[in-house]
């Protein structure tokens, strides 16, 4: 874009100069004046008087002295006879207006001019050139006496402060051909564009930024009144709407510039854009442009820029005819929500006979565009920057990558790239910037994808998800072609050895090894590459070892040395850091006495989970511009100091988890963009400082596990955006106060082991952050909750957490009504004094997972209600005057342990040994029928076992007696008539018990 506005300026120039030179003769001399030649004492006085009513803060017209004026800075006279024709003022220090440079930009306002415009200037009869832009005139108008400079052809007065209305007496100027008011503060009035039809020779024309949102139904219209415009820009200028004529500038047939950036459209791309033949340079970005892109795009075959972003261009394919822009230069098409598969477009203009022109393509962030990229993209012989981040390409990148020989910008990042990387990508020896990060590469890069790339400046690969599947396999004699000074690779296996490939690598600026799975130590050599960084991150490795005190940072520069093993004192940095992260290491000793003084430009300083010891340094007040200061898991010890005045950006205090005693500082209240204040598990005493009312934002309010007493304040209910409260354990009495109902985004309130007495407000169940889904994802930090009986982390997913514990305290009354928490995950009142019954309708809470109600008065029944408690896992209603029945469906089928109900007398049924009224007859029948089938069973087994020695005896007492004498037959055949009497009794009896037993058998099973 800057190349385009640089050859259309360039050719305006051209044209300016052709046609002043045709007008007359301008030399210039040593200076902005003419050899031998002088102004006249009229012009002379003209600018002193000028001068005078200007404030000129870094004296840039010193040179304003003498008598010949033509020689004076920024002064241009012509020839003959030496007349005053230009005045060059621009202030060229100072940034393009920019809203969100003018602020910040000190060295451009410490050289811009101010004061007034004097009416001298009306003696500068020949004035041809007036250029005041980038100065500031602070909201002073714009003279009224410009509009009559008559010869006037160029007038510049772009991010100059001017204030007020666009005077219309510069419709005066006619023979302007140059004109740029681009200000964001001047505004118009309803029908003040009159004017811009008297401006008959007017080429160029930059009203950018000027509200004309009162204009905005007929701008066109005085626009069309501008025949020879060649340039026009009105970038946000309010324009709401765009006309729907065939061609609403009919009168504007060449015009070759049109920037309509930045505007409030809300339609589709009108078809009239089309008829500007001449057009090489169209800026739609930043609207609300919707629909597709029209197919009519292919008939501006002189169009060589095309800036469309960030409008809501929607539909199919990208429009094939695109690819008959075979002099397109530039294509900008990012931030909309264009769909469909990008083969098409790249197809199109890989078929242009002599090659695309196509230098630079940018189709980010429109999220729907997927495929393949194709191999045709390899045709783009031109391109020099290809930005496809932000959409859903899959796949790999196409061998063809390595023929574009130009390309200097390749930015993938943010698809879904589930392939390899080519080695031909190595082959890219222009390639200055790549970014690949945030797609799930599965490959091995080698010293081939690196092979030619002698121009690498900038490498990024990162990626979110701790899953690894690209691996740098590089070896360790391995030297690089380039020279980095941008290194990110995160998510990226380069372990487990420090990689040794940076040792050449000693203009770095940045650099990023972070989850890269390297557990060694820090080479010396890297220590000593000299680098002047600008962030250092070795997070998330176990790299390990004593951190020096030799880096050099620059200015702001942020380093995170987080989840490593380094040991040793705490390191000493340059004072430029502006982010300090040693988190989760094992630093020891205390923090230096002259930290604060050492690092004057900290703005976040986390160290948590060390092993750092002694006092908060005193000096840390010297850090105004602190915003996190996070010291929790260490051993400080002492009072916490005082060093809270002038600190109006610091929004977290996390110092939990150490030996801090003494009060609560009062000063804290200062800090009014205070939203975490972390203090639990130390050993502060006192009561909560009143000043901390004046901390309405807070987000998170943690004293728990400390010394504190007195009541609960009621001004906490102020605290309209707190999301967690937890007070637990300490000292604290009274009772809660009912402003704590006030609290609509509260989701964690945890009050437990305290002595707080009374009944709970009755409007607890108003707190609707329980009741509704948290719509955005907000850092709360980490946080201890007792939930399921024990306690539990949460970080990444404490916003999910909704909980109530009031345990362990002195509270009475009946259980409060909160059967409208409906995402109320945890409730536990126990250890208190409640009584009455179980509310019916706790049934309601739906999403409840944890709930104990042990060590109360409770009584009455366990209601049914809570069966349909689907989701709890956790129940304890131990310990109260519980009776009745216990529930045996659902979730009561799993509850089996019977500590959960112990101690309530009354509660009978399963998993207590005490029956229920009822049961006892279901057992004697029961008892009964289990006695009769043990009889039969033993009857039967008893026949059984008999048959085997009867079937013995019986042989033998047949078959025994004819083996010896007569006699003795005849006494044994009188006996085996007895016996055969006795043993068929026996039998007659066993079978008919064996047939009833079968019947009844039968009528059990209803058979």
């Known amino acids: 874009m800057a190349d385009i506005n640089a050859s259309i300026h360039f050719l305006l120039l051209i044209f300016l100069s052709s046609t002043f030179l045709h007008l007359e003769t301008v030399k210039l001399g040593s200076c902005n004046g003419v050899l031998n030649a002088s102004c006249t004492e009229i012009e002379r006085k003209a600018l002193v008087n000028f001068k005078q009513g200007l404030t000129d803060p870094s004296d840039r017209l010193s040179s304003w002295v003498g008598l010949d004026c033509c020689r004076w800075s920024g002064v241009v006279c ?71 400079f008559k010869r006037l052809r160029y007038l510049n007065l772009s991010g100059a402060s001017f204030g007020g209305t666009i005077p219309p007496h510069l419709g005066n100027l006619s023979s302007l051909l140059y004109l740029d008011l681009n200000s964001y503060s001047l505004e118009s009035v309803e029908n003040d564009l009159h004017w811009l039809s008297g401006l008959s020779s007017l080429r160029h024309l930059n009203l950018g930024n000027i509200d004309f949102s009162k204009a905005a139904a007929y701008w066109h219209r005085a626009v069309n009144s501008l025949s020879s415009l060649l340039e026009l820009r009105l970038p946000g200028c309010g324009l709401s709407s765009l006309p729907d004529l065939s061609l609403p500038f009919g009168n504007v047939t060449s015009l070759s510039v049109l920037d309509l950036s930045t505007n409030g459209f809300n339609s589709s791309i009108p078809l009239w854009l089309f008829n500007f033949s001449s057009l090489a340079y169209l800026d739609l970005n930043s609207n609300s442009l919707q629909g597709s892109v029209p197919e009519g ?74 495929g ?17 981040w932000g959409n859903s390409f899959v796949g790999s990148i196409p061998n063809t990558i390595g023929n574009l020989s130009s390309l200097q910008e390749f ?92 040792r050449t690598q000693n203009q770095l600026k940045t ?239 945890d009050l437990a082991h305290n002595y707080l007495s009374g009944s709970v407000p009755s409007c607890l169940g108003n707190l609707s952050g329980m009741a509704t889904e948290i719509s955005d994802y907000r850092y709360e930090g ?37 059967r409208n928490l409906s995402r109320l995950g945890t409730l536990n ?16 809470l739906s999403q409840l997972e944890t709930l104990d109600l042990s060590r109360n008065q409770l009584s009455g029944p366990i209601p049914p209600s809570m069966t349909s408690l689907t989701s709890l896992s956790h129940l304890n209603l131990s310990y109260n005057s519980l009776s009745g029945k216990i529930p045996t469906s659902n979730q009561f089928q799993t509850f089996n342990d019977p500590s959960i109900y112990r101690n309530n007398l009354a509660l009978c049924g399963d998993p207590l040994p005490l029956k229920c009224p009822g049961d006892d007859k279901a057992t004697t029948d ?33 078959f025994g007696p004819l083996i010896i004498n007569r006699s003795w037959r005849r006494a044994y055949f009188r006996f085996l008539d007895e016996m055969k009497d006795r043993v068929m009794v026996v039998i007659t009896v066993n079978v008919a018990r064996l047939q009833k037993k079968c019947k009844w058998e039968r009528r059990q099973h209803g058979t």
Not at 93 to 114: Q, V
Not at 422 to 429: F, R
Request: glycine residues 8%.
């Open 78 to 148: 012509s020839s003959r006879p030496p007349r005053v024709i230009k005045l060059k003022l621009r202030n060229q220090y100072a940034r393009s207006p920019d809203p969100d440079n003018e602020a910040t930009d000190d060295y451009g306002a410490a050289h811009a001019f101010g004061g007034e415009i004097s009416h001298s200037l009306l003696d500068l009869k020949d004035l041809r050139y007036l250029d005041l832009s980038m100065n500031n005139f602070g909201g002073l108008k714009i003279p009224k006496f410009i509009g009559s």
């Open 297 to 370: 795009f292919g008939f501006l075959i002189s169009l060589d820029y095309i800036d469309l972003s960030f409008n809501i261009l929607i539909g199919g394919h990208l429009p094939r005819n695109l690819g008959k822009l075979c002099n397109l230069r530039t294509l900008k098409l990012s931030f909309n929500s264009i769909s469909g598969e990008i083969t098409e477009l790249i197809d199109g203009l890989s078929e242009c006979v002599n090659s695309s022109s196509l230098e630079s393509l940018d189709l980010g962030f429109n999220y729907k565009l997927d």
């Open 372 to 388: 393949f990229l194709p191999n045709s993209l390899g045709h783009l012989k031109n391109l020099k920057s290809l930005h496809l």
């Open 411 to 502: 930015y993938i990042s943010e698809n879904q790239m589930n392939g390899i990387i080519p080695e031909s990508v190595g082959q890219l020896s222009a390639l200055v910037a790549a970014d690949l990060s945030e797609n799930p590469w599965v490959c091995v890069v080698t010293e081939s994808h690196f092979s030619n790339l002698t121009s690498l400046i900038e490498l990024s690969i990162k990626k979110s998800s701790p899953n690894i599947t690209l691996v740098f396999d590089v070896n360790s004699k391995w030297i690089p072609p380039f020279k980095l000074s941008y290194l990110e690779l995160q998510a990226c296996h380069l372990g487990p050895k420090f990689p040794a490939w940076l």
């Open 511 to 749: 650099v990023v090894l972070n989850n890269a799975r390297i557990s060694d130590s820090i080479p010396d050599w890297f220590w000593k590459l000299d680098l002047q960084l600008e962030l250092l991150d070795f997070s998330n490795n176990q790299l390990s070892g004593k951190v020096p005190n030799s880096l050099k940072f620059t200015e702001n520069a942020v380093v995170d040395l987080s989840s490593n093993r380094f040991h040793g004192p705490f390191p000493h940095f340059s004072f430029n850091l502006s982010s300090l992260y040693l988190r989760d290491n094992s630093f020891s000793g205390p923090i230096p006495r002259d930290f604060g003084k050492t690092m004057p430009r900290l703005s976040n300083f986390v160290v948590s989970w060390n092993s750092l010891n002694g006092t908060i340094p005193l000096s840390m007040a010297k850090i105004t511009g602190l915003t996190n200061l996070v010291i929790s898991n260490n051993q400080f010890s002492g009072e916490i100091p005082l060093i809270w005045n002038d600190k109006p950006d610091l929004y977290e205090v996390d110092m939990a988890n150490n030996s801090l005693s003494g009060e609560i500082p009062s000063s804290m209240g200062t800090l009014n963009s205070l939203m975490f204040l972390i203090l639990s598990g130390n050993k502060l005493s006192g009561e909560i400082p009143f000043s901390l009312q004046n901390c309405k934002d807070m987000d998170s309010f943690d004293l728990g596990d400390n010394r504190l007493s007195g009541n609960l304040p009621s001004w906490i209910g102020e605290m309209q955006s707190l999301l967690i409260l937890r007070l637990r354990s300490n000292f604290f009495d009274g009772n809660i106060p009912s402003q704590v109902c006030s609290l609509s985004h509260l989701h964690i309130l």
């Open 782 to 818: 980490r946080l201890s909750v007792v939930v399921k009986g024990r306690e539990l982390i949460y970080q990444s997913t404490l916003y999910l957490v909704n909980s109530i514990d009031l345990s362990d305290n002195n509270l009475l009354g009946k259980l409060p009504e909160i």
């Open 829 to 844: 009142l126990s250890i208190n004094h409640f009584t009455g019954n179980i509310p019916e309708d706790i049934g309601g």
């Open 926 to 958: 029961s008892s009964r029928a289990g006695n009769e089938d043990h009889d039969d069973e033993f009857e039967m087994r008893w026949f059984y076992v008999s048959m085997g020695p009867g079937f013995v005896v019986g042989f033998w007492a047949v």
